[in-house]
């Protein structure tokens, strides 16, 4: 079982920076991966990035450059620092959690309750 907990969404100008910070339950490195999806309103949730417990990352297309996920495994935290933010950026930013069962290789997925990003001036 993992609670996962965001915080640092806002509203932000077009251009500027927000970080986001996901605080889990449990140790981030017995976690297979942790990553960042967003949902605009009335689209589909998006892959953003994701860690895995190796440290490995990965990004959507579109938010390589601009996003960076790193975490913090003192405060079990991960954060999705985004730069040169932009109206279409603007969603509801989740935080997931993927665990890889003892048994039968069953993924469990997470989920935090989302933060709200706003990009408008």
């Known amino acids: 079982q993992v609670q996962l907990v965001e915080s640092g969404g806002g509203l932000v100008q077009p251009g500027g920076s927000l970080r986001l910070s996901c605080a889990a339950s449990?140790?981030?490195?017995?976690?297979?991966?942790v990553g960042w999806y967003r949902q605009a309103a009335g689209k589909e949730r998006e892959l953003v990035a994701t860690?895995?417990?190796?440290?490995?990352?990965n990004y959507a297309d579109s938010k390589k450059g601009r996003f960076t996920i790193f975490r913090d495994g003192a405060k079990n935290t991960v954060y999705l620092h985004m730069n040169r933010l932009t109206p279409e950026d603007t969603a509801v930013y989740y935080c997931?959690?993927?665990?890889?069962?003892?048994?039968?290789?069953?993924?469990?997925?997470?989920w935090g309750q989302g933060t709200q990003v706003t990009v408008s001036s």
């Open positions: 997931n959690a993927k665990v890889v069962g003892s048994i039968g290789g069953i993924v469990y997925d997470y």
């Open positions: 449990r140790n981030i490195f017995s976690i297979n991966a």
């Open positions: 860690i895995t417990a190796a440290g490995d990352t």
